[in-house]
Nanobody
Framework: QVQFVESGGGLVQPGGTLRLSCLASGFYFRQFAMSWYRQVLGQERELVARIFSAGDSPMYADSAKGRFTISRDNGKNMVYLQMNNLTPADAAVYCC???????WGPGTPVPVSS
């Protein structure tokens, strides 16, 4: 059974930083690319970043470039999203995801407010 458990979200002030974590299980993690998405209530889910199986060549949405860093630890089945210089536009629920699957975790909320 595929599962994703995200953590690390929480209220942060504009300009602040957060590190999100995601524990994946139910598949051979090190073989697959992993992504972080975010969603605001009532809006489409947005791809934020993607990292390939070996951890190389990460891809970022334009809104994340220069501020967010995706990384992974294949020994721990973990994928991370370091977020710096957060703005109110970054406020959303953040979910990790394996491309091609229908399964989603509950996500971790990131409110950004002073």
């Amino acid at each position: 059974q595929v599962q994703f458990v995200e953590s690390g979200g929480g209220l942060v002030q504009p300009g602040g930083t957060l590190r999100l974590s995601c524990l994946a299980s139910g598949f051979y993690f090190r073989q697959f690319a992993m992504s972080w998405y975010r969603q605001v209530l009532g809006q489409e889910r947005e791809l934020v970043a993607r990292i390939f199986s070996a951890g190389d060549s990460p891809m970022y949405a334009d809104s994340a470039k220069g501020r967010f860093t995706i990384s992974r630890d294949n020994g721990k089945n973990m994928v991370y999203l370091q977020m710096n210089n957060l703005t109110p536009a970054d406020a959303a629920v953040y979910c990790c995801h394996r491309p091609g699957l229908d399964s989603w975790g509950p996500g971790t909320p990131v409110p950004v407010s002073s």
